[in-house]
């Protein structure tokens, strides 16, 4: 817990990350020293650093490799925005996420899985070139990318925070309520229901909903649009989300080890599993409905899930249907 404050707090300083500033250079080199440190090999050439040239602006992808016990299978991606929105700490946005990514790294580089593990800390997420040809995702997978593809990719973003409660009473009836994390992207692959499923942690309920009903969120876009399996781990949007305000002492670092943790256990289980090619068009949505309610039932118990049905006027949760509509209510009162 403490590595991960300190390097919170060596990324997130006050005059941030944005592209093209002191602060986001002096980011950039700080991250291909940590991953020199932890002795990890270049994906591309021999150096971390991938750079490109898009619209009059210089980018760098850090790419690196945690080297796997069998090279020869397709790697499994953890990926990581190291950019901010704006001149201020953005440390939820995402040093955090960035500093999971690199204690996962350092884990798998003493305890090699099965596969090689891709550590991606992309460029150029944040506005004005999120979605854009610009965004260090996109150009990684467009022009950087390896030609043995991936495995299955898992990125992060705001995974430091405690979710906002979206009722007070369920506060006293769920208090764990705040340690959820949100997963979307199981249904990007018939495999991954069961396999966020077995992958537990101690303290850390998870909750599951479609990719569609929140929206390409960050950089695991990419690889939804070309078929990839993936997964996207977040806490959500809070209070802080680009605002100054989003300094490292608002973070919760328990909370966030038990996402290295969780992280950690899902990189392993995937590249233990054998991922069997489907069939249909790239970003094909597989049927996740009973794996969603199941996941909120666990998290929530009886009393929690019925108190947050009457929180957003939902009788009957059984269907897709009826998940549409609790994704939507929800947001009204936190945005996932």
């Not at 190291?82 to 700490?89: H, I, T």
């Not at 599951?208 to 876009?221: E, F, I, K, P, Y």
């Not at 100054?244 to 969780?262: E, I, Q, S, W």
């Amino acid at each position: 817990m403490q590595a991960l404050r300190e390097e919170v707090e060596r990324l997130a300083t006050p005059d941030g990350r944005v592209v093209g500033t002191t602060g986001h250079e002096r980011a950039r080199r700080h991250l291909e020293e940590r991953l020199n440190v932890l002795n990890l090999e270049p994906y591309r050439g021999d150096t971390f650093a991938l750079p490109y040239r898009t619209a009059g602006h210089d980018f760098c992808n850090l790419i690196a490799v945690a080297p796997g016990r069998e090279r020869d299978l397709a790697p499994v991606l953890v990926g990581a925005h190291y950019d901010s929105v704006l001149a201020a700490a953005c440390a939820d946005d995402n040093a955090a996420a960035v500093a999971i990514a690199l204690a996962a790294a350092g884990h798998f580089r003493l305890r090699p899985a099965r596969r090689d593990v891709v550590i991606a800390l992309f460029d150029a997420e944040e506005p004005p070139f999120f979605r854009s040809p610009g965004m260090g995702s996109v150009r990684f997978y467009a022009d950087q990318r390896r030609p043995d593809g991936f495995h299955a990719a898992l990125i992060m973003d705001l995974v430091g925070h405690d979710v906002p409660l979206p009722s007070r009473e369920l506060e006293h009836l769920v208090p764990h309520f705040t340690q959820l994390l949100f997963v979307t992207g199981a249904e990007s692959h018939p495999a991954l229901p069961d396999l966020v499923r077995a992958c537990r942690v101690d303290g850390l309920p998870v909750a599951a909903t479609l990719n569609r009903r929140v929206g390409d969120m960050s950089d695991h876009g990419v690889f939804r649009v070309h078929g990839d399996p993936y997964l996207f781990l977040t806490c959500g949007r809070w209070a802080h989300y680009h605002q100054p305000t989003d300094t490292p002492d608002r973070l919760n670092y328990d909370k966030m080890a038990r996402v290295r943790d969780y992280l950690v256990h899902l990189i392993r289980t995937l590249c233990d599993t054998s991922l069997l090619p489907v069939g249909g068009r790239p970003g094909r949505e597989h049927d996740t409905t009973e794996f969603e309610i199941g996941l909120l039932r666990e998290a929530l118990g009886g009393q929690g899930m019925a108190l947050l049905q009457a929180a957003v006027g939902l009788p009957e949760l059984r269907t897709s249907g009826h998940l549409d509509l609790l994704a939507l209510r929800l947001q009204s009162l936190f945005e996932l």
